[in-house]
T-cell receptor, first 116, second 111 residues
């Protein structure tokens, strides 16, 4: 089954700073997704990261605030820029679910971000 | 705006009972349907997926899909206290694409 890791697992940051979150998958995947889960809420898609092209952002999310890199088929980064307390969330990277079955991990463990 | 709706719960059932979780979606073009389980403080884990109308069974879990009614459900038979979690319904436009998630239903199974 696929394994997805994220770094850091958690961080406490000051307002106005930036944090880069790394996501590593142990197999090659065409698409990777970045989600945000605010406290007590469900998951909201931030963007889709395809290798070799610009990320596609969902409504309400912009590249200047959440720049994404996708240098190869197993790795992606999400940067949360110029942070404010409203950015305090869990950030999750994900790969598409599907026929690999339910014993496959499709979400990373998440990065819990607190902005003071 | 594509939406996925779930009752937030909590849904409380006694141990051994059947838990029924429901989900509706707005996009008629949706092709793939998923149920994730999320324990507090953990990331979601996939427990069921279904692509065709009808029922799909996997152990104690049965997913039901009715595309005409834009309705997906998850039945958990012989519920256990370890099933207590938030269940997220997720819908995709086609295989391999990002998913739209519902807000989740919190299930509590009492022993």
């Amino acid at each position: 089954s696929a394994v997805i890791s994220q770094k850091p697992s958690r961080d406490i940051c000051q307002r106005g700073t930036s944090l880069t979150i790394q996501c590593q998958v142990d197999s090659q995947v065409t698409m990777m997704f970045w989600y945000r889960q605010q406290p007590g809420q469900s998951l909201t898609l931030i963007a889709t990261a395809n290798q070799g092209s610009e990320a596609t952002y969902e409504s309400g999310f912009v590249i200047d605030k959440f720049p994404i890199s996708r240098p190869n088929l197993t790795f992606s980064t999400l940067t949360v820029s110029n942070m404010s307390p409203e950015d305090s969330s869990i950030y999750l990277c994900s790969v598409p679910p599907g026929d690999r079955g339910t014993d496959t991990q499709y979400f990373g463990p998440g990065t819990r971000l607190t902005v003071l | 705006q594509k939406e996925v709706e779930q009752n937030s719960g909590p849904l409380s059932v006694p141990e051994g009972a059947i838990a029924s979780l429901n989900c509706t979606y707005s996009d008629r073009g949706s092709q793939s349907f998923f149920w994730y389980r999320q324990y507090s403080g953990k990331s979601p884990e996939l427990i069921m997926f279904i692509y065709s109308n009808g029922d799909k069974e996997d152990g104690r879990f049965t997913a039901q899909l009715n595309k005409a009614s834009q309705y997906v459900s998850l039945l958990i038979r012989d519920s256990q206290p370890s099933d207590s979690a938030t269940y997220l319904c997720a819908v995709g436009s086609q295989a391999g694409t990002a998913l739209i998630f519902g807000k989740g239903t919190t299930l509590s199974v009492s022993s």
